[in-house]
């Protein structure tokens, strides 16, 4: 298998990134990967908020604690002004996420092409 598939494998597969340190492209991975981890992090964050605001209400008697009930508050989406950021984040995530899959199957590709070049 060649430098580019592999790149490209691990970075659809593992994380943004990893493709780019697999071809010692390191400031590129460590740059989509840290801008992928803040993605995140917005993400997990407003979900734990989210899970942690339905925890009090069935606390509080609010709510009831029946799955149907806890799983309608889970599906409806969040309030206008908590969505946004969280599609932000969604969306960057996403997009490094392409972005990496595809420049590391450039960078891979550039390397092949060197490598058969040397006659290795």
């Given at each position: 298998?060649?430098?580019?598939?592999?790149s490209?494998?691990?970075s659809?597969?593992?994380?943004p990134?990893?493709?780019?340190?697999?071809?010692k492209?390191?400031?590129?991975g460590?740059?989509?990967?840290?801008?992928?981890?803040?993605?995140?992090?917005?993400i997990?964050?407003?979900?734990?908020?989210?899970a942690l605001?339905?925890?009090d209400?069935?606390?509080?008697?609010e709510?009831?604690?029946?799955?149907?009930v806890?799983t309608?508050l889970?599906?409806k989406?969040?309030?206008?002004?908590?969505?946004?950021?969280?599609?932000?984040?969604?969306?960057?995530?996403?997009l490094?996420?392409?972005?990496g899959?595809a420049?590391?199957?450039r960078?891979?590709?550039?390397?092949?092409?060197?490598?058969?070049?040397d006659?290795v």
């Amino acid at each position: 298998m060649n430098r580019s598939t592999k790149s490209v494998l691990l970075s659809a597969f593992v994380f943004p990134g990893v493709g780019h340190v697999y071809l010692k492209r390191f400031t590129a991975g460590a740059l989509l990967a840290t801008i992928a981890f803040i993605s995140l992090y917005f993400i997990i964050t407003a979900a734990v908020e989210r899970a942690l605001q339905i925890a009090d209400k069935i606390r509080s008697g609010e709510i009831q604690a029946d799955v149907a009930v806890i799983t309608e508050l889970v599906a409806k989406p969040a309030p206008g002004a908590d969505a946004q950021p969280v599609t932000i984040a969604t969306a960057v995530l996403i997009l490094v996420w392409l972005i990496g899959i595809a420049d590391s199957y450039r960078v891979g590709r550039l390397q092949d092409g060197a490598t058969s070049a040397d006659g290795v």
